[in-house]
């Protein structure tokens, strides 16, 4: 591992950490406001943009895949009611229907999944900020 990232001043943001490469993280603060936030998905939308989060995240995988479950499970979405709906999925009679009824799980899955990742992710960025300020 190289050095630790040095604190360079940044533009209306506050502090920001400069890596040995060059890239220049921001460090987390908020509240954010609408634009700000449209401006940062529209940054990470570019090409490239999370290779670095990319190989973070698959380190730490084990872990994240622990919270998330918790999250999930504590929202309810494996619970009973959730079973149900597999099971009445799985089995619809019609082929069509069933097969529209296992998409649609499926992506209101995924979507509730990113969602929680979103914000487990959000909430581990502020702890690690607010871990560097101490």
Known sequence: MGAPPAEVAGPARGRRRASPGG???PVAR???SDQEVE???EAISQPGAFQEAERAVARAAPQLQRVLAEA???GGWFDQSHEAEVLKAATTPD???RLAAVRTMLAEEA???MMIGVAVG???SDQLA???EE
């Open 72 to 74: 999930l499970s504590a």
């Open 130 to 132: 607010s871990d560097e």
């Open 122 to 124: 959000w909430a581990l």
């Open 111 to 113: 979507r509730m999944g």
């Open 30 to 32: 908020g509240p954010y």
């Open 23 to 25: 890239y220049v993280a």
């Open 39 to 41: 401006a940062a998905i």
């Open 95 to 97: 082929e069509e229907a």
